[in-house]
Every structure is written in C-alpha cells, then in structure tokens.
C-alpha cells in the first residue's frame, strides 16, 4: 500500500469515528463518510467493501487502546495488595482518557459510548468481540483484589465504571451544567474520576 493509499485509509477511518459518533451506526452512510474525507467512494469500497467491515475496521484499528489497557493491569505485581484497587483503576481509566487530549481522537471515545449504549450493538459484534474480553479480565482482576464482594458485584461495577469513563469524553456537557453557564471549574477529570471509581469499587454495596 503506497503512503497516499494510507494515508486516505486513515482519512476513511477519521472521518468515520467522528460521523459515527455523532449520528451514530444506522444514521451515517458510506458515501457520507467519504464526502467527509474528501475520499472517492470506490476507493473505501475497495479498502473496505461493507460499511459494516469499516464500522468494525474503525474499532479493531484502535485495539491498541485495550491492548494497552491490559498490559498495564498485567504490570500489576499483587492483585490482592492493599494498593491494587487503585492501580486497576489507573490501567482502565489511563489509557482511554489519553485520547481525550487530541481533538481527533475524543470521536473515538465518544463513538464507544455511542455503541456501548445502542440496542442494535449485539448485531456487529464489536463490543463481544473485541471489548468483552477486556471486560472479563478486569473482573478477574477486581475478584482478586476485592474478593469479598457478592456474586454479581464485580460484573455490575465494572459496568458502572464502563459508563463513568464514556461520560467523561464530553466535557462540553459539565460546562453546561455548571452554575453560571460560562464559569470553569478547577477540577482535574482524571483525577476525580479516578478518585470516584475506587471510592464506589470500595465502599459500593455495603448496608
């Protein structure tokens, strides 16, 4: 593939993230996505061939994302350490809020929650294929080091959590909720989102 070829792949799958994200699966088409990236429409066919093999493409090309994630949980010396809670939360959270430091890149988070939240998602198989086996080994991880918990805790936890960090790409949405419209906050995400996960991880459940 010739680096022009590339680099218009990579235009395809761009401008994908972002219409998906905004119009979401079934509201977008692949002309549409074309038109976006000034791209010829035989030339994502030809990539592609099926907009729901690019739909899938766009979310297979960032598993580098989970992959990281996963790598770090693996880091983890003692999962039943008195520190291990919080160092979970790190390998989930870090990676994913890395993309939220690029205008480009937030499409992409914000098209998870987009897929993670629509009905029709059991259809492509993205979220079985290729983040429900993250899903199972971070709740492996968070049985070893909060082993105490009742059946059904660490599965319903983690998908709190799920919904947590997918919030936290639209920053645009707290601006508007904040008293005064206009006024900013001095509160650094990460950490309070990092804060408020180990604190309901730890205490959530209890009478």
Same mark, same amino acid.
């Given at each position: 593939?010739?680096?022009?070829?590339?680099?218009?792949?990579?235009?395809?799958?761009?401008?994908?993230?972002?219409?998906?994200?905004?119009?979401?699966?079934?509201?977008?088409?692949?002309?549409?996505?074309?038109?976006?990236?000034?791209?010829?429409?035989?030339?994502?066919?030809?990539?592609?061939?099926?907009? /729901?093999?690019?739909?899938?493409?766009?979310?297979?090309?960032?598993?580098?994302?989970?992959? /990281?994630?996963?790598?770090?949980?693996?880091?983890?010396?003692?999962?039943?350490?008195?520190?291990?809670?919080?160092?979970?939360?790190?390998?989930?959270?870090?990676?994913?809020?890395?993309?939220? /430091?690029?205008? /480009?890149?937030?499409?992409?988070?914000?098209?998870?929650?987009?897929?993670?939240?629509?009905?029709?998602?059991?259809?492509?198989?993205?979220?079985?294929?290729?983040?429900?086996?993250?899903?199972?080994?971070?709740?492996?991880?968070?049985?070893?080091?909060?082993?105490?918990?009742?059946?059904?805790?660490?599965?319903?936890?983690?998908?709190?959590?799920?919904?947590?960090?997918?919030?936290?790409?639209?920053?645009?949405?707290?601006?508007?909720?904040?008293?005064?419209?206009?006024?900013?906050?001095?509160?650094?995400?990460?950490?309070?989102?990092?804060?408020?996960?180990?604190?309901?991880?730890?205490?959530?459940?209890?009478?």
């Amino acid at each position: 593939m010739t680096s022009t070829s590339q680099s218009k792949r990579a235009a395809l799958l761009r401008a994908g993230e972002k219409l998906f994200a905004v119009d979401g699966y079934h509201g977008i088409s692949l002309r549409d996505v074309a038109r976006e990236a000034n791209v010829n429409l035989p030339l994502l066919t030809y990539h592609f061939e099926t907009k /729901e093999n690019f739909y899938y493409t766009i979310f297979a090309e960032r598993q580098y994302i989970n992959d /990281e994630r996963v790598r770090r949980l693996g880091m983890i010396e003692d999962l039943t350490s008195a520190g291990a809670l919080e160092e979970i939360i790190d390998a989930f959270i870090g990676p994913v809020l890395s993309l939220h /430091e690029s205008k /480009e890149s937030i499409w992409f988070a914000r098209l998870v929650l987009r897929e993670a939240s629509d009905p029709s998602s059991q259809d492509r198989k993205i979220i079985s294929e290729l983040f429900d086996p993250l899903a199972r080994t971070f709740i492996s991880a968070l049985r070893k080091a909060l082993p105490h918990k009742q059946e059904g805790f660490h599965e319903w936890a983690y998908l709190f959590s799920v919904g947590a960090l997918t919030q936290s790409s639209f920053d645009i949405r707290m601006e508007n909720l904040i008293e005064g419209g206009a006024t900013r906050h001095n509160i650094d995400k990460a950490k309070f989102l990092r804060s408020y996960l180990v604190a309901a991880f730890a205490h959530a459940g209890e009478a």
